[in-house]
């Protein structure tokens, strides 16, 4: 039964700290998203890869986020430094044609 | 000015009962359409999808419409039952073989026993 991995599935941290969120995606899927979900924005697109290329992070902060995929099986996303309103839970999605498949998330709460 | 979180609309109905949630979506170029269940604490769950060249597919228990014209997708349950209980998102994809999804806000279900 191929899904989304993420770790950690939940993360307490202090504001300033560095946060790093892993996901591994379905294996043969082309195409990685994070998004990010608040009660008050709903879901939004973060970043996305294809074939493991980032395409468009317009939707993060650019100063502090960063996402990556060092190799197929693992995407990052980090957070540093970290601040209270980044709290969220943030999710991995991978994809191929359109299907796209979510993890579980993983709640952020920074302090 | 204060600050307010993202009022889903709701759907209450009874166990047993059919439910029909809609959803408009913004863009014509759109092709490519899906339906998302988020349990409390859990991720998005795929339920079904439809491409543009399609009205109507049906599923376990689920059928999908979409009505091109209005842009209009409505996700139908059959004899809803409390585990049906969670909020329902539609993605659209726009056209060109991009697939990203965007999501519209969601409804929430409530099935009462």
């Known amino acids: 039964d191929a899904r989304v991995t993420q770790t950690p599935r939940d993360k307490v941290t202090e504001m300033g700290q560095e946060v790093t969120m892993r996901c591994q995606p379905i294996?043969?899927?082309?195409?990685v998203f994070w998004y990010r979900q608040t009660m008050m924005q709903g879901l939004e697109l973060l970043a996305y890869?294809?074939?493991?290329?980032?395409?468009?992070d317009s939707g993060m902060p650019k100063d502090r986020f960063s996402a990556e995929m060092p190799d197929a099986t693992l995407a990052t996303l980090k957070i540093q430094p970290s601040e209270p309103r980044d709290s969220a839970v943030y999710f991995c999605?991978?994809?191929?044609?359109?299907?796209?498949?979510f993890g579980p998330g993983t709640r952020l709460t920074v302090l | 000015g204060e600050s307010v979180g993202l009022h889903l609309p709701t759907l209450s109905v009874q166990e047993g009962d059919n439910s029909i949630i809609n959803c408009a979506y913004s863009?014509?170029?759109?092709?490519?359409f899906i339906w998302y269940k988020q349990e409390s604490g859990k991720g998005p769950q795929f339920i079904i999808d439809?491409?543009?060249?399609?009205d109507k597919r049906q599923g376990q228990r689920v059928t999908v419409l979409l009505n091109k014209t209005v842009k209009h997708l409505s996700l139908q349950i059959a004899a809803t039952q409390p585990g049906d209980s969670a909020v329902y998102f539609c993605?659209?994809?726009?056209?060109?073989?991009?697939?990203?999804?965007?999501f519209g806000r969601g409804t929430s279900l409530i099935v009462h026993p």
């Open positions: 993605a659209e994809n726009i056209g060109g073989g991009s697939y990203i999804p965007t």
């Open positions: 999605a991978s994809g191929l044609r359109g299907m796209v498949f």
């Open positions: 294996l043969g899927h082309n195409t």
């Open positions: 863009n014509s170029a759109s092709d490519y």
């Open positions: 439809i491409r543009s060249n399609m």
């Open positions: 890869f294809r074939n493991r290329a980032p395409l468009d």
